[in-house]
């Protein structure tokens, strides 16, 4: 191990136990000999060398290449202990941390073209592959566990219903779904509500798909559209795991647009991932090969555009490990259909898709990341003066939703 590698590995594992075993057999130990005994396994004598050029995104994409393996125990357990030293032991480039903080506007140009292309690259890898690890009706954001022991479908129907508690919805009402994936969340408030849903995406298989289940359904229509070109003006706009393709030199944009859209005394609910803390930049692993375009925004960022756009907060929740419990089954489902991943891709794409979700719940894990749940009105008579309008009506979906799906587990509030 050359000696920019072996001080490196030095200055990162203060605690815990990391071995690395060499093309030759040669063996490095690192750490304090707590926790669990993690080893990586190098495939040839050139892979530190490589990995040392920039970490953040050689790392990742040698494990993509095949370059080197892990043992001893869950990837996403031994990547938690990583981000957590990295922080705590800033053993990140702040030179190129600067770069790509000051490069954000570049990195998220999101246009409306260039927010179509990124869409794409994304959601389009075909439905085939997202049917393998997500739940019955394709969620793919963060799912709601009222108790650790529920399943991931009951968990996302506790998603669907805690949202649309928030959303004071009413037979008749128009409604925006902003990034509405392969439909569920549209056709979960058109089924239990009575209202009626506008879903638009800029993904060609997530459409497919979502009007293949609304099967031409006249109050749930899906359409091919950028969110700053549809017309007004509706009763509730819902967005759901989509801000954080928005980019944040857009934010004045998008929040602009809720304004337009929005009926004098109509809400909003805003569901996305954020970041814990300082704003930030988007991995460049994540940036080059999973999201294009994307970034996970702090509070920070966010409220800034909201009172800009002359809209007006009127809750705010926050869920810490949810999304770390989601990602964990997604993965173990994901693995669990490796050999029908290499059917349709390749070794190459199954490790990368491995690399990224184990990595996303390890960042929840290590106090990185959180979702944030933002209700917005134009008026401040909106909605009720207490939550307990919340419970009550994720009580009555809750009772709704069970004759289709059994007995529904739903989150008191004392």
Same mark, same amino acid.
């Given at each position: 191990?050359?000696p920019?590698?072996?001080?490196?590995?030095?200055?990162?594992f203060?605690?815990?136990?990391l071995?690395?075993?060499?093309?030759?057999?040669?063996?490095?130990?690192?750490g304090?000999?707590?926790?669990p005994?993690?080893l990586?396994?190098?495939?040839?004598?050139?892979?530190?060398s490589d990995m040392m050029?920039?970490?953040?995104?050689r790392?990742?994409?040698l494990?993509?290449?095949?370059?080197?393996?892990?043992?001893g125990?869950?990837?996403?357990?031994?990547?938690?202990?990583?981000?957590?030293?990295?922080?705590?032991?800033?053993?990140?480039?702040?030179?190129?941390?600067?770069?790509?903080?000051?490069?954000?506007?570049v990195?998220q140009?999101?246009?409306?073209r260039?927010?179509?292309?990124?869409?794409?690259?994304h959601?389009?890898?075909?439905?085939?592959?997202y049917?393998? *690890?997500?739940?019955?009706?394709?969620? /793919?954001?963060c =799912? &709601? +566990?009222p108790?650790?022991?529920?399943? %991931?479908?009951?968990?996302?129907?506790?998603k669907?219903?805690?949202?649309?508690?928030?959303?004071?919805?009413?037979?008749g009402?128009?409604v925006?779904?902003i990034?509405?994936?392969w439909?569920?969340?549209?056709?979960?408030?058109?089924n239990?509500?009575?209202?009626?849903?506008?879903?638009?995406?800029?993904?060609?298989e997530?459409?497919?798909?979502?009007r293949?289940?609304?099967?031409?359904?006249?109050?749930?229509?899906?359409?091919?559209?950028?969110?700053?070109?549809?017309?007004?003006?509706?009763?509730?706009?819902?967005?759901?795991?989509? *801000?954080?393709?928005?980019?944040?030199? /857009?934010?004045? =944009? &998008? +929040?602009?647009?809720?304004?337009?859209? %929005?009926?004098?005394?109509?809400?909003?609910?805003?569901?996305?991932?954020g970041?814990?803390g300082r704003?930030g930049?988007?991995?460049?692993f994540?940036?080059?090969?999973?999201?294009?375009g994307?970034?996970?925004?702090?509070?920070?960022?966010?409220l800034?555009?909201?009172e800009?756009?002359?809209?007006?907060v009127?809750?705010?929740?926050?869920?810490r490990?949810?999304?770390?419990e989601?990602?964990?089954?997604w993965?173990?489902?994901?693995?669990?259909?490796k050999?029908e991943?290499?059917?349709?891709?390749?070794e190459?794409?199954?490790?990368?898709?491995e690399?990224?979700?184990?990595?996303?719940?390890a960042?929840?894990?290590?106090?990185d990341?959180m979702v944030f749940?933002i209700q917005l009105?134009?008026s401040l008579?909106?909605?009720?003066?207490?939550?307990?309008?919340?419970s009550?009506?994720?009580?009555t979906?809750?009772?709704r939703?069970?004759?289709?799906?059994?007995?529904a587990l739903?989150?008191?509030?004392?």
């Open positions: 191990m050359g920019i590698a072996l001080h490196f590995f030095r200055r990162l203060t605690r815990g136990t071995t690395i075993v060499e093309a030759d057999g040669t063996r490095s130990v690192f304090d000999g707590s926790g005994p993690y990586i396994r190098l495939h040839d004598e050139r892979v530190l050029r920039w970490p953040e995104l790392f990742p994409e494990y993509m290449d095949g370059r080197w393996s892990f043992e125990g869950p990837l996403a357990g031994f990547l938690t202990t990583v981000f957590e030293l990295m922080r705590e032991n800033e053993t990140h480039s702040r030179w190129r941390s600067l770069v790509r903080y000051l490069m954000r506007p990195h140009h999101n246009n409306a260039a927010a179509r292309r990124n869409a794409s690259h959601y389009d890898v075909g439905n085939d592959i049917r393998l *690890f997500l739940d019955e009706d394709w969620q /793919y954001s =799912a &709601y +566990f108790d650790p022991r529920v399943s %991931l479908e009951e968990a996302q129907r506790a669907k219903r805690h949202i649309a508690a928030k959303m004071l919805l009413d037979k009402q128009r925006l779904d990034g509405c994936g439909g569920g969340m549209a056709l979960y408030i058109a239990y509500t009575g209202a009626e849903v506008t879903g638009i995406t800029l993904a060609d997530q459409l497919r798909r979502a293949e289940r609304a099967g031409g359904r006249p109050d749930v229509t899906f359409k091919l559209e950028d969110y700053r070109a549809i017309e007004g003006p509706f009763d509730r706009i819902v967005s759901v795991g989509m *801000f954080e393709h928005v980019g944040v030199g /857009y934010y004045d =944009a &998008y +929040f602009n647009a809720v304004h337009r859209l %929005l009926d004098d005394d109509g809400v909003m609910l805003l569901h996305s991932i970041r814990i704003p930049y988007t991995s460049p994540i940036a080059k090969h999973i999201f294009p994307g970034y996970i925004p702090s509070l920070s960022e966010v800034p555009a909201i800009r756009a002359g809209l007006v009127t809750d705010i929740e926050i869920l490990l949810h999304y770390a989601t990602l964990k089954a993965l173990e489902r994901f693995r669990a259909n050999a991943v290499l059917r349709l891709k390749d190459r794409f199954f490790r990368m898709w690399f990224y979700l184990a990595a996303s719940e960042s929840f894990r290590s106090g990341m749940q009105a134009k008579t909106a909605v009720p003066l207490t939550r307990d309008y919340m009550d009506a994720e009580q979906l809750a009772e939703d069970s004759a289709r799906t059994g007995p739903v989150a008191r509030r004392g």
